[in-house]
């Protein structure tokens, strides 16, 4: 269908014959523009002789078929009702009870089948719910049984027990009677769907899974049987007590022909951008089935093979701490892990399918631990690998900063390791469980810059081969950092020191309050060649009192010219700040035509010194590191050695000093006798030169 939408999708006389009539209606709603209409004309039963009562709808259906959307609006005309739908086509999902049970105690189980494009089959019940196939259990029939048996009895399906499969048990209350229920996933089945119990249900349907979060009521047990098999796909369930059971399950095929176009798509996009040059992680992208580790999102959203994650989990305060990352970027990471066949890689931070494209590129004989501290996200990730896995990769609970069990590191380390979150520092574990010669790719704080980068371990060295710009969720373990922020002028702007060491700030506001003192550095960005990201880093890697100053009012508003929600590197004095921005100098038509330079800007009696000193750092990296005519800029060589490693034992650099590492930074054209630490103190900040 056409990728952007409707303004007026109608459907004349067909409902009556659509058999999932819920997914299609939704589907479709997800297609309209904002404000669009669906409009559905169809016969009336009342109207329509018994005998062909099949093509019409009586006003039950049609009291459905208006549910959760915003506005409904119903014209009758020569027996047919028009329905023009408007807004949201969905009702948030709801966890609903029956009437209350009979008998001291309940014992039932839940079949959980899926079609040949991996939809979930769930029944309108004359409850005015959707439920799952099952019920109790009969005599000294097992779970499994039982569930294939009700199978059977309320949809015409059949399946054999040897292919039901109990995942997990729900123990729970119904109107205080104690309920215990088995998840059977049932991974094969024939037959054709019927409704054999038309007084119990209304009919069957097939429902995509990134639809069970706007369904209308669920039968709660159904509810919670669902977010068993595939956590994350009903939100705000009521809590409930789980017993996993690994069961020896094989993966469940099954995708509609759109993922595989979709998958394609993405693939190409990340190939064409450079980022997957090798075979292997090609054919890792055109074949691991990204949209079942994701199953709560549509198929475009799990597909976009641009610069989109999918959030699979967020704190409390919102912000995200479990996702899938962009594609292109965990290409471009798997690729600098430089894997050989039957590679054992480490990975820390979870999710299922980064893990199974590493073994798809590792082929049949690697495998890949990957480790999680959170136990949601590790359940979440075993029973997709479960459901859509290779059967190559182990999900760990555990602080991923203590590496993996001693059990699962195999003889002279793992050949690889991969890091799926913001590393403020580099965990010893890492390193200790790393293959001489290995590699080690993570996302890492610098200034609070984050790049991907690409380590190899010599010793106890490693040293850096690669660096890419990214950003990831953040650290939850034993390794998370608290950065130091200050805020200044009523909250309009806050000072992050992100070396994790506060300067004395006494008088900074005072300053602020002050003139401004500016200067031009000469040094002219366009929009296609800027490389601020190179930058950034090399100052916040060379400047002493490096800090990043950040503004949350509209910059006519405020004294600094920042805009509203950014942050500009700094550098901190004594009641003196100084600051870097770009001011547009050319304007244009064409984005080429535009032009920037780069400015300094200052408070405070050191105000002056500071600038000059931040102008010079700009010089500097235009001299030396930006992007030459073929857009290459020169990273730096970097290494990180253990904490406790002496300065004497240390290479030229400037040295920025992490809990468990110290790495050592030598930018091209800086002439640094070994070794000095880049300090982060005010007084330091105007004593030493650049």
Same mark, same amino acid.
């Given at each position: ?345 480490? *990975? /820390? %931070? $979870? +999710?299922?399918?980064? #893990? ?6 590792? &082929?049949?004989?690697?495998?890949? @631990? ?16 479960? *459901? /859509? %896995? $290779? +059967?190559?990769?182990? #999900? ?6 203590? &590496?993996?069990?001693?059990?699962? @590191? ?24 790393? #293959? ?255």
């Amino acid at each position: 269908m056409h990728e952007e939408g409707y303004d007026l999708i109608v459907m004349r006389l067909v409902y009556p014959f659509m058999r999932d009539r819920g997914r299609v209606l939704h589907g479709l709603g997800e297609r309209l523009r904002v404000g669009g209409a669906l409009v559905v004309i169809t016969p009336l039963a009342d109207d329509t002789p018994e005998e062909r009562r099949a093509i019409a709808l009586d006003e039950g259906e049609i009291a459905l078929l208006g549910g959760g959307w915003e506005a409904v609006e119903r014209l009758d005309a020569d027996g047919l009702a028009f329905l023009v739908l408007r807004g949201p086509c969905h009702t948030d999902t709801r966890a609903v009870e029956r009437p209350p049970a009979t008998g001291h105690a309940l014992t039932g189980a839940l079949a959980v089948v899926t079609d040949d494009a991996g939809r979930v089959l769930l029944g309108r019940s004359r409850r005015g719910m959707l439920e799952l196939p099952g019920g109790k259990t009969s005599g000294p029939e097992d779970f499994a049984a039982a569930a294939v048996r009700e199978l059977a009895e309320e949809t015409g399906l059949v399946a054999d027990p040897r292919d039901a499969h109990v995942v997990t048990m729900l123990a729970d209350d119904s109107h205080g009677v104690p309920r215990l229920t088995a998840v059977v996933r049932i991974t094969a089945w024939t037959g054709t769907l019927a409704n054999p119990e038309p007084k119990l249900f209304d009919r069957w349907e097939f429902f995509e899974l990134h639809s069970l979060a706007c369904v209308g009521d669920v039968f709660a047990p159904a509810a919670l049987a669902l977010e068993a098999v595939w956590p994350g796909v009903i939100p705000g369930l009521p809590p409930v007590t789980s017993y996993p059971i690994a069961a020896d399950q094989p993966p469940v095929p099954g995708e509609p022909a759109e993922a595989a176009r979709l998958r394609a798509s993405m693939a190409q996009t990340v190939i064409d951008g450079g980022w997957a040059p090798s075979e292997p992680v090609q054919g890792a992208l055109r074949t691991v089935p990204r949209h079942r580790f994701a199953p709560e999102v549509d198929l475009a959203t799990a597909y976009d093979g641009g610069d989109r994650a999918v959030v699979t989990r967020y704190d409390r305060a919102g912000a995200a701490i479990s996702s899938v990352s962009a594609a292109w970027l965990q290409a471009d990471m798997i690729e600098h892990l430089g894997l050989e066949p039957g590679a054992v890689v480490f *990975e /820390a %931070g $979870s +999710g299922g399918y980064n #893990a199974e494209l590493i073994a798809h590129v590792a &082929g049949p004989g690697g495998r890949v @631990v990957t480790v999680d501290i959170d136990p949601w996200v590790v359940r979440r990730t075993r029973r997709f690998l479960t *459901e /859509a %896995g $290779s +059967g190559r990769v182990t #999900a760990v609970e555990a602080d991923a900063a203590l &590496g993996a069990p001693a059990h699962l @590191v195999p003889r002279g380390g793992f050949d690889a390791g991969l890091i799926t979150y913001n590393c403020w520092d580099i965990a010893p574990a890492w390193r200790e469980q790393l #293959a001489e010669g290995g590699r080690l790719v993570l996302p890492l704080e610098m200034g609070g810059y984050t790049r991907a980068v690409t380590f190899e371990r010599h010793g106890e060295i490693l040293h850096a081969r690669h660096f890419t710009c990214c950003g990831f969720v953040r650290d939850q373990g034993r390794q998370a950092r608290t950065i130091p922020v200050l805020s200044l002028l009523d909250g309009g702007l806050t000072l992050r020191f992100e070396h994790g060491t506060a300067a004395d700030t006494t008088g900074l506001e005072e300053a602020l309050r002050g003139p401004r003192h500016e200067v031009a550095t000469g040094i002219i960005m366009d929009s296609t060649r800027s490389y601020f990201g190179s930058l950034q880093l090399y100052a916040a890697t060379t400047l002493p009192g490096f800090c990043r100053l950040a503004a949350h009012q509209d910059p006519d508003e405020a004294v600094t010219g920042i805009a509203k929600d950014r942050d500009a590197p700094a550098v901190v004095g004594e009641a003196s700040l100084a600051y870097l921005i770009h001011v547009q100098t050319k304007d244009g038509d064409r984005p080429q035509d535009k032009e920037w330079e780069w400015t300094v800007h200052a408070f405070g009696r050191q105000g002056p010194e500071l600038a000059e000193r931040l102008t010079a750092t700009v010089r500097a990296w235009d001299r030396h590191v930006r992007a030459d005519d073929n857009d290459q800029h020169t990273d730096p060589v970097l290494t990180a050695h253990p904490a406790g490693t002496p300065d004497g034992r240390l290479p030229a650099g400037d040295v920025l000093d992490k809990e468990h590492c110290r790495l050592v930074f030598r930018w091209p054209g800086r002439d640094v006798p070994p070794p000095r630490p880049v300090e982060h103190s005010a007084a330091d900040a105007v004593t030493e030169g650049v």
